[in-house]
């Protein structure tokens, strides 16, 4: 149990830690949200730089604090150079995706499909985007999950995650369930500031249990051992289609690009937070300031890995004082490699610091997910079929405060599902065998291809319907089921089956939904009207 790991001084810091959760969370819910403008886009008077920080905060959170160590440890520092993918595509959506958004003044980014084709493709976007936010956000809380699991059993046995689990859905449910939008924003930036601190220490903590100077250490991660590759290996220009070779420059500038514009301008999750600044432009900045502030910080992490390394498998150079045998294990993957360092190496106080760093990833992990999630359930779904409804029985239409109320219902609904979907990925990721990072990147997959492919095809070719939206968005998410490895093992014979990288099978997904999506004829009406606004826009500049 806990109290084995930590000492008196550990428990000073989390007491400090506790002290701080219960006063900003008091703090930023004092002003309850009474609209939904307040409550899913933050009266749209949030702060660049804060939104830039929330942003970061929800692509990387817990994938980062255990994802990165891992990908250090087992990897190198490939990952890195995906951030390229992330510039060229965070370009696309600041040009073309932001001042849409603004221009329909939309609350979520499905909205302006109803613009462009219809109200049912609206809907059914939200669904998908739903579906596959349940599978990328329940991943990374069952990520978050092992940590803090390590931390309150020291295993990761089935009963732990899902104690944990749990730990975790009520504190981020108390967190965020008043204040919306704004108070999910204000808790991504303190967290953040706490994890990235935390592994500030834990850097320097390695760094001074390896009795090495610096040019040993890296000549170690350069050689670090027979028919392996070094570690510091930043560019990978090898044609390697398979799983193993998702971080080369040519998925790097295909399938990257492809999850980043998906992630940055079709994903409520992160393009929610975009929506809450005061005009297009300082959306599009806080866009390209995350991702400028993503590879120092996803650096931080992945070193902390590169140190482990040395510091488990270099014996020679810990002059025999650390057997490498005793490194955690967890289905053959060694994912638990960094907490095992946290809860036996670290000294008291900066353990207890790490440790709530860990926290501080996990609560920004579930909050990212929250509000996202119960905008599209009440804006995109809710909303209008309760409209419908009170227009047909001829009642007057409800104040903007009953969906409020709504929309803390769905909270309620959507963390339920996470912490089942995280549960489940604990099953699913011990029959994959997959490292954690590239774990939480491939679930994205699923609904991003569809969802490209009905964008693509509306914004640049000016073409879809309302069924061929429904057909891409179950082809693209039917596509990409069909490439994985488990179901191929159950539907195809061995000699047919092939190992291919999420990134391509992005791409693949996304040609497929494309293509289908682009049978369908945009209704005439909708073409008419968004001819007169291109011709509108042109007129005023």
Known sequence: MINAYYEALDWLVFGAYALLIVLTAWWFNRKKANTSAEYFLGGNAMP???VAISVLATSQSAATFIGGPDQGYQGDLSYLATNIGAFIAALVVAQVLIPRFYQYRVYTVYELLEQQVGPKAKRRAGLMYLFGRVFASGARLYMAAIAVAMILYGNIAASSVIMATLVLVIIGLAYSIFGGIRTVIYSDVIQCLVYTSAAVCVIVSLWLAIPADFSTIIEALQNPGPEQGSKLALFKFDLDFSAAGVFNMASVLTGFVLLNIAAFGLDQDMTQ?????????????????SIAMVIPVMFLFIVIGLLLFVFYQRPDIMLGAIDGANVGQFQGEKITVFMHYVLNEIPAGVKGLVTIGIIAAAISTLNSGLSSMASVVVQDIYRPWHEKCQ???????????HYVL??????????????FMAILCYFWQQYSQMPLLKFALSVMVFSYSGLLGVYFTSLFLGRGSEASVLAALIVGFVATLLMQPYVQAMLLP??????????WQLCIGTALATLVCALGRKPEQL??????SLHQEVRHG
């Open 527 to 532: 073409s008419q009207a968004n001819r007169h």
């Open 494 to 503: 061995s000699q047919w089956q092939f190992n291919l990288g999420f990134t």
């Open 391 to 401: 227009r047909q029985q001829g009642d007057a239409q409800k104040e903007d405060h």
């Open 48 to 50: 660049t730089w804060m």
């Open 273 to 289: 937070r975009v929506l809450t600044c005061k005009d297009a432009r300082s959306g599009s900045r806080a866009i390209m300031l």
């Open 406 to 419: 709504v929309g803390r219902f769905a909270m309620l609904g959507v963390s339920l599902a996470l912490g």
